[in-house]
């Protein structure tokens, strides 16, 4: 049972473009979303998060919007650039320590 | 100085046979983790620990035994290698209290 459903599973967009990735979750309990960005040979790193109680975050280029009554939230990069190139996750958690789930990942590839 | 270390990098070896992949973490953290990626890039918990004590425990085969011999250290053995354990393993680490979790660079276990 898949908890956070991810998608797309891979988007091309050009330089100067916003890629938008969309995940959606089923548990209610889940108080803490997060977007990981991991490059080839890397592990993931976090990226930007948000709680529920927020409707969306800002980080630089990088945006979440949350819709907690559609149980969704989404990544926004604006001006993407190709070191932007990467896998994106998103993920979602009840508390600190227990298990966070991953959706499957979006390869993003930004051409110049 | 690398937050999470894995050892080794690269890993080559022969179904049936037992091998070992080594984690350490220099933050100061109190909760390590095991994560297994897929060849599709899907992100699994497989194990956590909290001050060497074993608090997360999915559905891994017992051939997988994590070992914490302290609080900067998670260990993960396997025996009696298998072709499906062919993946990437993730070491992480996260401050108590705290979901950021850190990754290391991984592990690319390939199983002949």
């Known amino acids: 049972q898949q908890q956070v459903k991810q998608s797309p599973q891979s988007l091309i967009v050009q330089k100067g473009g916003i890629p938008i990735i969309n995940c959606a979750y089923e548990n209610t309990a889940f108080d803490y979303f997060p977007w990981y960005q991991q490059f080839p040979g890397k592990g993931p790193a976090l990226l930007i998060a948000?709680?529920?109680?927020?409707s969306e975050k800002k980080e630089g280029r990088f945006t979440i919007s949350f819709n907690k009554s559609a149980k969704q939230f989404s990544l926004h990069i604006m001006d993407s650039q190709p070191g932007d190139s990467a896998t994106y996750f998103c993920?979602?958690?009840?508390?600190?320590?227990?298990?966070?789930?991953f959706g499957k990942g979006t390869t993003l590839s930004v051409s110049s | 100085d690398t937050a999470v270390s894995q050892t080794p990098k690269y890993l080559v070896t022969q179904m049936g046979n037992d091998k070992s992949i080594k984690c350490e973490q220099n933050?100061?953290?109190?909760?390590m983790y095991w994560y297994k990626q897929d060849s599709k890039k899907f992100l699994k918990i497989m194990f956590s620990y909290n001050n060497k004590e074993l608090i997360i425990n999915e559905t891994v085969p017992n051939r997988f035994s994590p070992k914490s011999p302290d609080k900067a250290h998670l260990n993960l053995h396997i025996n009696s290698l298998e072709l499906g354990d062919s993946a990437v393993y993730f070491c992480?680490?996260?401050?108590?209290?705290?979901?950021?979790?850190?990754f290391g660079s991984g592990t690319q276990l390939s199983v002949l």
């Open positions: 933050l100061g953290h109190d909760t």
């Open positions: 992480a680490s996260s401050r108590q209290g705290d979901e950021k979790l850190f």
């Open positions: 948000i709680r529920p109680d927020v």
């Open positions: 993920a979602a958690s009840i508390e600190a320590g227990t298990a966070l789930i």
